[in-house]
């Protein structure tokens, strides 16, 4: 069977990429109370839950728990569809794990949402 070589390491070996997705750790997205700076028509509370899912998801992708990182990421993109850091985060996610096409995908929505500022 073929190996995908954008999403595998050519040893097939994972562990290999934490170290670089480490490097990464600080570019995190974290914007505390964004739904004060984002009001768009949705309820102040989905803003708030999209941020405590964003913070776990940070937590997780810090212990390197990508799975679980990605899920909460998603879960607040559910929340607030227009909920940058998280969109942001998910393309740190694919991008460690060789998946171009959807990290760019996440980089354009995240870019098209505000993320041209830089992280905060």
């Known amino acids: 069977m073929a190996r995908d070589s954008l999403s595998t390491p050519p040893d097939g070996n994972l562990a290999d990429l934490e170290e670089p997705v480490a490097a990464w750790s600080p570019l995190l997205r974290h914007r ?10 949705i309820d102040q509370t989905d803003w708030r ?47 460690q794990r060789r998946q171009w096409v959807q990290a760019l995908d996440c980089n354009e ?12």
């Open 49 to 95: 839950d999209a941020d405590r899912l964003n913070e776990q998801g940070r937590v997780r992708a810090d212990a390197a728990d990508w799975d679980a990182a990605m899920s909460l990421y998603r879960q607040a993109v559910d929340r607030v569809p227009a909920y940058e850091p998280a969109w942001f985060n998910m393309a740190l996610i694919h991008k």
């Open 32 to 41: 505390p109370d964004s739904w004060q700076a984002y009001p768009v028509g």
């Open 109 to 120: 929505r995240a870019a098209a949402l505000g993320g041209a500022e830089g992280a905060s």
